[in-house]
């Protein structure tokens, strides 16, 4: 009884081998059959100038795709990032493709922005404030961003200090450091310049002055004139000529830079003084 109970052991341990074996061969025969290649993609070219206002249509034209048992795969084609932004205005476009055993084929390629410009900063008013002990947010209120590729930025500042003070035309001014940051990557800074008085107001009075910008960009080494932006002038009540402002700046259009050009209608404590904030750079192309 004990030897038969012994074979039997030994033949049921047999059976669990080769059922073992067998189960072992089968994933091996079935896991040798599965698709493990990626798709290969192929562009017509390695490097594409694009504008900002590129589309992800525009970006997957020339691309294709193809896979060894699918064969042509290029509708599954997607954009999957875009790098930040490089010197020269370049990014890397990463491009992803599917086949139908969901193995996943990547490839890269450039592109160079053709208009690029960094994000700017705006104002459609005099940046003046009436409290010398305002905080830095309420400095700047109504200076706004925009980017070329994103729009307006504006929620994307960030003050940074402003403890400095300057004077310009007699007027005494505050200096706000603002940062501001698109999708890009691309960070921006520049240090603005706000005029403190107390008593002003952008009311018309007997002696006013409007412009058509109250802050604009110059090129490193290009010639600016402050009196083409005025647009209205009022001396005692009558209107007068661009040319007999009072016009104060510490800019100077060799050095990057942040500057303010104060413009003085009247003299006086009927006196009104605008100022204009000039930002000096370097084109990126």
């Given amino acids: 009884m004990k030897k038969k109970s012994k074979k039997f052991s030994i033949l049921l341990l047999v059976v ?32 594409l100038s694009v504008s900002v206002s590129v589309t992800q249509e525009e970006l997957l034209k020339g691309v294709s795709a193809y896979d060894d048992k699918d ?64 905080g830095s947010a309420e400095l700047v209120k109504g200076l706004g961003a925009t980017d070329c590729i994103d729009g307006d930025i504006t ?11 300057i004077t310009v035309g007699g007027a005494p001014m505050r200096v706000v450091k603002i940062q501001v940051t698109n999708s890009c990557g691309d960070i921006v800074e520049a240090d603005i310049p706000v005029m ?35 647009t209205e002038v009022r001396i005692n009540g009558t209107d007068a000529e661009a040319s007999l402002l009072s016009v104060d700046t510490n800019l100077n259009t ?25 930002i000096v750079g370097e084109s990126r192309h």
């Fill in 16 to 47: 669990c081998i080769l059922a073992a074996a067998v189960y072992a061969g089968s994933r091996w025969y079935i896991s040798s059959l599965k698709d493990t290649a990626s798709p290969k993609i192929s562009f017509d070219s390695d490097n």
């Fill in 71 to 134: 064969g042509d795969v290029t509708d599954s084609l997607m954009i999957e990032s875009l790098s930040a932004l490089l010197d020269g205005n370049r990014r890397i476009v990463t491009y992803a493709a599917f086949d139908g055993d969901s193995n996943v084929g990547k490839a890269q390629r450039q592109i160079v922005y053709t208009d690029y410009t960094s994000p700017r900063l705006s104002l459609t008013e005099p940046l003046v404030s009436v409290s010398a002990t305002a």
């Fill in 155 to 165: 929620d994307e500042m960030v003050l940074l200090s402003s403890n400095e003070e």
């Fill in 196 to 230: 403190i008085n107390t008593s002003w107001t952008s009311a018309a009075s007997d002696c006013y002055v409007a412009l058509s910008d109250y802050l604009v960009y110059i090129e490193k080494g290009e010639s600016f004139d402050p009196l083409s932006l005025v």
């Fill in 254 to 278: 060799e050095t990057a830079g942040t500057y303010a050009v104060i413009y003085t209608a009247g003299e006086g404590d009927g006196a009104m003084q605008v100022p204009l904030i000039v």
